[in-house]
Nanobody, 114 residues
Framework: QVQLVESGGGLVQAGGSLRLSCATS????????AGWYRQVPGKQRELVAR???????NYADSVTGRFTISRDNLKNTVYLQMDSLKPEDTAVYYC????????WGKGTLVTVSS
């Protein structure tokens, strides 16, 4: 059974930092792309950052230069370091693993106060 468990969300002031973690199990983590998405009420879920199995990364324009995605294949974990946070980064953040199908975590709430 594939499990993705996010942690690290919370409340932070604008300009602050948070680090999200997503621990995975039940899947060959190192062979699959891993990513972070976010969603606010009334809007579609959007890609924040993704890292493929080769370590290539891509980011949404809105977070480029502020967020950093990384992966630890020994710990089967993907991270999202979020710096210089803005109120518009407030959302539920979801971990995603793209294997033969998409797997999702339950999400972690990030709230950035102005």
């Amino acid at each position: 059974q594939v499990q993705l468990v996010e942690s690290g969300g919370g409340l932070v002031q604008a300009g602050g930092s948070l680090r999200l973690s997503c621990a995975t199990s039940g899947i060959s983590f190192k062979d699959n792309a891993a990513g972070w998405y976010r969603q606010v009420p009334g809007k579609q879920r959007e890609l924040v950052a993704r890292v493929n199995s080769s370590g290539n990364k891509n980011y949404a324009d809105s977070v480029t230069g502020r967020f950093t995605i990384s992966r630890d294949n020994l710990k089967n974990t993907v991270y999202l370091q979020m710096d210089s946070l803005k109120p518009e980064d407030t959302a539920v953040y979801y971990c995603n693993i793209r294997g033969w199908r998409d797997y999702w975590g339950k999400g972690t709430l990030v709230t950035v106060s102005s």
